[in-house]
């Protein structure tokens, strides 16, 4: 088993490829998880999760369904509230702090939800506005000029007045994707950003993915089953199983890896019920 507590900012070049360097060189990490524990009544779901994630960086979260990888993602923007562990945005701890206080660390940060999560009686560019009216006082000139640089990103320009019951999967995704970027944030929470899609549509989203990281250095946590997207876009990976992350490293690690559950998700194997022994 692979495993790496002092990870750095990879290069952004290739991210499958890349390797964590001295972490001098990433600076401190923009998000760091300790000891993160999370109970559903008996359900043990988190079960003493670490890691850290550092600026421009983007790990993705692979696990079997019901492993705990969405959960994760919540605790991540205080969503939900850990048992036990902490949470460190940029140095503040968050599972400490009340809703109000959360608010300013929220604007830092940006979630893009399984379902896109627009809103049905708002127009396109109501949806992509609604973040920024919410955290600043722009004049709508200037909110209208974020929308339509937030639309060319995602490559949906000139559809700011188009309902989202008229768009296709693929593009209420895609405008849900430039919502999530709108205040520029620091970190993106995607969870399943692919579900429901075309292969060719997820493709597509995963190049959005890494055009909107090159765009604004932004660290990401992606939670996908979509193996394609998550080498596509991660420069490190976490299998996430019984808790805890059973792996956590590179893809090359990940590929030379011995471990027999981390090798059949994988290779898209049935589980073996001797593969957690």
Same mark, same amino acid.
């Given at each position: 088993?692979?495993?790496?507590?002092? %990870?750095?900012?990879?290069?952004?070049?290739?991210?499958?490829?890349?390797?964590?360097?001295?972490?001098?060189?990433?600076?401190?990490?923009?998000?760091? $998880?300790?000891?993160?524990?999370?109970?559903?009544?008996?359900?043990?779901?988190?079960?003493?999760?670490?890691?850290?994630?550092?600026?421009?960086?983007?790990?993705?979260?692979?696990?079997?369904?019901?492993?705990?990888?969405?959960?994760?993602?919540?605790?991540?923007?205080?969503?939900?509230?850990?048992?036990?562990?902490?949470?460190?945005?940029?140095?503040?701890?968050?599972?400490?702090?009340?809703?109000?206080?959360?608010? !300013?660390?929220?604007?830092? *940060?940006?979630?893009?939800?399984?379902?896109?999560?627009? =809103?049905?009686? *708002?127009?396109?560019?109501?949806?992509?506005?609604?973040?920024?009216?919410?955290?600043?006082?722009?004049?709508?000139?200037?909110?209208?000029?974020? $929308?339509?640089?937030?639309?060319?990103?995602?490559?949906?320009?000139?559809?700011?007045?188009? *309902?989202?019951?008229?768009?296709?999967?693929?593009?209420?995704? &895609?405008?849900?994707?430039?919502?999530?970027?709108?205040?520029?944030?620091?970190?993106?929470?995607?969870?399943?950003?692919? #579900?429901?899609?075309?292969?060719?549509?997820?493709?597509?989203?995963?190049?959005?993915?890494?055009?909107?990281?090159?765009?604004?250095?932004?660290?990401?946590? $992606?939670?996908?089953?979509?193996?394609?997207?998550?080498?596509?876009?991660?420069?490190?990976?976490? =299998?996430?199983?019984?808790? &805890?992350?059973? =792996?956590?490293? #590179?893809?090359?690690?990940?590929?030379?890896?011995?471990? %027999? *559950?981390?090798?059949?998700?994988?290779?898209?194997? !049935?589980?073996?019920?001797?593969?957690?022994?």
């Amino acid at each position: 088993m692979t495993t790496d507590h002092n %990870p750095s900012r990879p290069d952004d070049s290739n991210p499958g490829d890349s390797r964590p360097g001295d972490s001098k060189a990433g600076g401190p990490p923009l998000l760091q $998880v300790r000891g993160l524990v999370k109970s559903y009544g008996p359900r043990i779901i988190l079960d003493g999760l670490d890691f850290d994630l550092h600026k421009g960086e983007t790990l993705v979260i692979l696990g079997r369904s019901g492993s705990g990888k969405s959960v994760t993602l919540r605790h991540l923007n205080g969503l939900e509230y850990p048992d036990r562990g902490t949470v460190h945005f940029d140095g503040t701890e968050l599972t400490q702090l009340r809703e109000e206080e959360l608010y !300013p660390i929220r604007r830092r *940060m940006a979630m893009l939800f399984q379902s896109g999560a627009l =809103f049905d009686s *708002m127009n396109v560019f109501d949806n992509i506005a609604f973040p920024i009216r919410e955290h600043t006082d722009l004049p709508l000139e200037e909110v209208a000029e974020v $929308v339509a640089a937030k639309l060319k990103l995602v490559r949906l320009s000139g559809i700011e007045q188009q *309902m989202p019951s008229s768009l296709s999967g693929g593009m209420n995704k &895609r405008v849900a994707l430039a919502r999530s970027l709108a205040l520029d944030p620091e970190l993106v929470l995607y969870d399943e950003p692919t #579900t429901g899609l075309d292969p060719v549509t997820s493709a597509v989203i995963g190049q959005l993915i890494l055009k909107s990281r090159e765009t604004l250095n932004a660290s990401a946590v $992606v939670v996908t089953h979509d193996l394609p997207l998550a080498r596509t876009v991660g420069h490190r990976l976490a =299998f996430l199983d019984r808790g &805890r992350f059973r =792996f956590l490293g #590179t893809w090359k690690e990940a590929d030379q890896s011995e471990d %027999p *559950m981390l090798r059949g998700f994988l290779e898209g194997r !049935p589980e073996n019920d001797d593969d957690g022994t």
